[in-house]
């Protein structure tokens, strides 16, 4: 959102807050706990959904985009690290072939699957036609509940059970190639390739 913390209305109800300060680390209760009321900003023409299930849903739309920007980073680390084999095999007296390929192809593996988060970098361009991903599906909830209190629609519906199920897919292929990754890199180090940036520090025989 516009300012960092920007976020989803508060839903109604009985909230409490606390002030702190935190000096060297040290955190320091300056306040008793105060107790307050939040009402409803305004009531719209139709009367929706109740309020506790839009705020089950605020929270389950905010869950998936939590998922979303970590695969976004995971992503960026595992491209990272497979530059980072790369430089290393190209240092190192092993012998070109196998690993050069599986390297070749979890890079495009991993690639396909960041295309399935954030969309094909080389297809976003006007009139390009491209699938639904899990982050354009998410963009599509969050422009439909961002400053209503109606409820999920049913397009926000489907489109947040899709990119859920989507996500969780992605993430457990992500976490298959992180392990084999994590293999290959092994390899590497067994035939004499310089440290990757990443892996643990190798110990001194």
């Given at each position: 959102?516009?300012?960092?913390?920007?976020?989803?209305?508060?839903?109604?109800?009985?909230?409490t807050?606390?002030?702190?300060?935190?000096?060297?680390?040290?955190?320091?209760?300056?306040s008793?706990?105060e107790q307050?009321?939040?009402?409803?900003?305004?009531?719209?023409?139709?009367?929706?959904?109740?309020?506790?299930?839009?705020?089950?849903?605020?929270?389950?739309?905010e869950?998936?985009?939590?998922?979303?920007?970590a695969l976004?980073?995971?992503?960026?680390?595992?491209m990272?690290?497979?530059?980072?084999m790369?430089?290393?095999?190209?240092?190192?007296?092993?012998?070109?072939?196998?690993?050069?390929?599986?390297?070749?192809?979890?890079?495009?593996?991993?690639?396909?699957?960041?295309?399935?988060?954030?969309?094909?970098?080389s297809?976003?361009?006007?009139?390009?036609?491209?699938?639904?991903?899990?982050?354009?599906?998410?963009?599509?909830?969050?422009?439909?509940?961002?400053?209503?209190?109606?409820?999920?629609?049913?397009?926000a519906?489907?489109?947040?059970?899709?990119?859920q199920?989507d996500?969780?897919r992605?993430?457990?292929?992500?976490?298959q190639n992180?392990?084999?990754l994590?293999?290959?890199?092994?390899?590497?180090?067994?035939?004499?390739?310089?440290?990757?940036?990443?892996e643990?520090?190798?110990?001194?025989?």
């Open positions: 959102f516009d300012e960092p913390s920007g976020g989803f209305l508060a839903a109604p109800g009985t909230y807050a606390t002030l702190y300060k935190q000096v060297d680390g040290k955190v320091e209760k300056l008793k706990t307050f009321e939040v009402v409803r900003l305004r009531k719209g023409a139709l009367s929706g959904a109740k309020l506790a299930d839009v705020a089950d849903f605020w929270r389950k739309y869950d998936a985009a939590r998922s979303a920007s976004n980073l995971a992503f960026s680390n595992a990272a690290k497979i530059e980072g790369k430089l290393a095999l190209a240092n190192s007296t092993a012998d070109a072939g196998d690993i050069d390929k599986r390297i070749h192809d979890l890079r495009m593996e991993i690639l396909e699957l960041e295309g399935k988060v954030s969309g094909n970098q297809k976003n361009e006007p009139g390009e036609k491209t699938k639904p991903t899990a982050g354009s599906r998410l963009f599509v909830v969050q422009r439909v509940i961002e400053y209503a209190t109606y409820g999920p629609t049913v397009t519906s489907d489109n947040l059970k899709l990119a199920q996500l969780d992605i993430e457990s292929q992500l976490n992180s392990k084999d994590n293999a290959l890199s092994r390899r590497l180090e067994k035939a004499g390739a310089p440290w990757v940036e990443g643990e520090i190798p110990k001194n025989n």
